[in-house]
């Protein structure tokens, strides 16, 4: 691995561990603060390579040894080239560094992204912050139409699709969760159902789509 493949970082994704004792905690009616700012700052981080990841895939890479912004064009054989501090880096292996890290998302992803990071530092106690966690890990990528059709959460917490469903589904909540949390939570199955309900569909159609498709063996 050359120099420059060292400087490129992106977060990774939250441990699951850590969301659920944020959650446990927050069941019974206590705020750790310091559990929430590392739980938020985190997700924090990986918000921000997301958005970097998916503005690099747009053309517009940062550097990352001095954070200016090198335009590109996608070839394959290009090669990244920083005016600002002579950092340079063929585009396909800048390209292959976040590939495959569930480090991309449509526009009202990012918008998510963006307004959680502004959002967070400004949070002025311990429960306004929960509620933006909470609201940010709740979270849909969108089809065309603005319909829900996978939870953002992959992209912000560690384990396969169904695995971070499986995992949000059964957080623990109490008598003394944050407000507005359960509530969420219920919005949040209800579209994680319907998704659901829509794949199952397409597959089905496919399979179908697949077996006219196929040759007679006769």
Same mark, same amino acid.
């Given at each position: 691995? &050359? *120099?420059?493949?060292?400087?490129i970082?992106?977060?990774?994704?939250?441990?699951?561990?850590?969301?659920?004792?944020?959650?446990?905690?927050?069941?019974r009616?206590l705020?750790?603060?310091?559990?929430?700012?590392?739980?938020?700052?985190?997700?924090?981080?990986?918000?921000?390579?997301?958005?970097?990841?998916?503005?690099?895939?747009?053309?517009?890479?940062?550097?990352?040894?001095?954070?200016?912004?090198?335009?590109?064009?996608?070839?394959? *054989?290009?090669?990244?080239?920083?005016?600002?501090?002579?950092?340079?880096?063929?585009?396909?292996?800048?390209?292959k560094?976040?590939?495959?890290?569930?480090?991309?998302?449509?526009?009202?992803?990012?918008e998510?992204f963006?307004?959680?990071?502004?959002?967070?530092?400004a949070?002025? +106690?311990?429960?306004?912050?929960?509620?933006?966690?909470?609201?940010?890990?709740?979270?849909?990528?969108?089809?065309?139409?603005?319909?829900?059709?996978? &939870?953002?959460?992959? +992209?912000?917490?560690?384990?396969?699709?169904?695995?971070v469903v499986?995992?949000?589904?059964?957080?623990?909540?109490?008598?003394?969760?944050?407000?507005?949390?359960?509530?969420?939570?219920?919005?949040?199955?209800?579209?994680?159902?319907? &998704?659901?309900?829509?794949?199952?569909?397409?597959?089905?159609?496919?399979?179908?789509q697949?077996?006219?498709?196929?040759?007679?063996?006769?």
């Amino acid at each position: 691995m &050359t *120099d420059e493949e060292i400087e490129i970082h992106w977060a990774p994704r939250v441990r699951q561990q850590d969301i659920r004792r944020l959650y446990e905690t927050d069941a019974r009616g206590l705020y750790d603060e310091e559990l929430i700012n590392e739980v938020g700052w985190s997700l924090y981080m990986r918000c921000e390579s997301l958005i970097v990841a998916v503005e690099a895939a747009r053309g517009r890479v940062k550097c990352p040894r001095c954070g200016e912004i090198i335009p590109h064009h996608g070839a394959p *054989d290009e090669v990244l080239h920083c005016a600002g501090c002579g950092w340079e880096i063929p585009w396909s292996t800048y390209f292959k560094s976040f590939q495959h890290k569930q480090l991309s998302g449509a526009e009202p992803v990012v918008e998510l992204f963006q307004e959680f990071m502004a959002r967070f530092p400004a949070a002025s +106690n311990p429960r306004e912050k929960m509620v933006l966690i909470d609201t940010l890990i709740h979270g849909f990528h969108q089809s065309l139409l603005g319909d829900p059709t996978r &939870t953002t959460a992959v +992209n912000l917490i560690e384990g396969r699709y169904h695995e971070v469903v499986g995992f949000l589904d059964g957080l623990t909540y109490g008598e003394g969760s944050t407000p507005g949390t359960r509530q969420r939570l219920a919005e949040w199955r209800e579209k994680i159902d319907r &998704t659901a309900e829509e794949w199952s569909d397409a597959r089905l159609k496919r399979l179908k789509q697949l077996r006219y498709e196929r040759p007679s063996s006769g």
